[in-house]
């Protein structure tokens, strides 16, 4: 798997993960490239070398001939190691691609937004780049039907992929609800909650003003921000210009995000743009009412989701939250789950499939 990173803090990350924990490690084995080192307590390192998988760092990708002699190596020295390339960066196809035929590795295409980035010069950048994959890819894989239409095109061919989750981890536990909101110091308060990386794709400057409404009407509200990212220094400031900085609750990175949903009394999603939004699968089959953008794509929404255009003011956003909140809060309908292609099982028993029949069967490396 070509990935930019192995932080706990990446939605890709998230979905590959999914699908590693519960795929036949003794058929399907998976390996990870590199390029942006993090802290190594933030990433999966740890987890993925204890479920065999191995991980290279590799240089940030450059056109410089320093760098193609460098991939060269790279891939002459893992030959033997290797029978396909999983490419998440998508942006990267046209530079790995060239040296997967070189080297006689399958080339599979992976799609997990619906947009090329969220910065405008970079998504110039990556749409060029990306134009000759359907080319380069043996096989097109995307998260959600929109964001294959918005990589491939109409006219291609390609599969979704669900981010699929193990729905009883995240499963309502009244329990746990009780236990984290009382060590959060939150027991008697509305809990507005998110997840999400501090950056522009998550809108979290948006989602303050909407707390803002919202607390105006409910003083005793708190607003719980799990994820990390560039703009949240930004936000923090935001919150105290408006004086709300105590009523909002930083978590940052976190392993137990399935543990932190049961806090929560409702999921506010309002992402300008999204391949899926995994975190909102989540929400959902943890029961939460959800107030989301309408940008989400139709197959994350399955149960107890409240769709908001975003050209609504943050008051009418308010008062939904409001009605959503009348409702009593009831565990989800996994069958509803269970159908749309959300359980990791399931899933992941498709996806060595279509590795395999990729492959024609041939065998991977073992544990």
């Known amino acids: 798997h070509l990935v930019s990173d192995l932080t706990i803090n990446s939605g890709i990350m998230m979905a590959i993960m999914n699908y590693y ?54 891939f002459a020295t893992h030959k033997e190691e290797h029978l396909a390339i999983h490419i998440h960066e998508v942006y990267l196809t046209f530079m790995f691609a060239s040296f997967a035929r070189i080297y006689k590795l399958k080339i599979i295409t992976h799609c997990h937004n619906t947009k090329f980035s969220d910065h405008i010069l970079h998504a110039i950048r990556n749409r060029i780049l990306c134009l000759g994959i359907n080319k380069n890819a043996d096989l ?91 703009l949240m220094d930004e936000v923090r400031g935001q919150l105290a210009k408006l004086s709300l900085e105590d ?58 989701a409240v769709i908001v255009n975003l050209s609504q003011s943050p008051l009418y956003w308010s008062n939904t939250i409001s009605k959503v909140l009348c409702s009593q809060r009831t565990n989800c309908d996994m069958q509803k789950i269970y159908s749309s292609g959300f359980e990791i099982k399931t899933e992941a028993a498709i996806l060595e499939k279509k590795y395999t029949n990729l492959l024609n069967k041939c065998p991977l490396r073992t544990e």
């Open 21 to 74: 924990r519960h795929i036949n490690r003794k058929e399907i084995q998976f390996d990870f490239v590199y390029f942006v080192e993090l802290d190594e307590k933030a990433t999966y390192k740890t987890e993925i070398e204890s479920l065999g998988g191995e991980i290279f760092l590799i240089p940030r990708p450059t056109l410089s001939p320093c760098y193609i002699s460098y991939l060269h190596r790279f």
């Open 140 to 230: 097109r894989f995307a998260c959600s039907k929109a964001a294959g239409l918005a990589l491939y095109g109409k006219h291609a061919t390609f599969t979704v992929i669900n981010n699929a989750i193990d729905l009883n981890k995240f499963a309502f536990d009244s329990d746990k609800r009780k236990f984290i909101r009382q060590s959060l110091n939150i027991e008697n308060k509305t809990v507005i909650g998110h997840v999400g990386r501090f950056n522009q794709q998550k809108n979290h400057q948006f989602l303050v003003k909407i707390f803002n409404e919202f607390h105006k009407t409910n003083s005793d509200s708190v607003l719980l921000l799990i994820g990390e990212g560039p």
């Open 247 to 304: 009523s909002a609750i930083f978590l940052g990175r976190r392993r137990d995000v399935a543990e932190l949903y049961n806090a929560m009394d409702v999921f506010v999603f309002p992402s300008l743009f999204e391949g899926l939004g995994i975190v909102l699968i989540e929400a959902q089959a943890n029961g939460l009412p959800c107030v989301i953008a309408s940008c989400v794509p139709q197959e994350a929404i399955i149960d107890r």
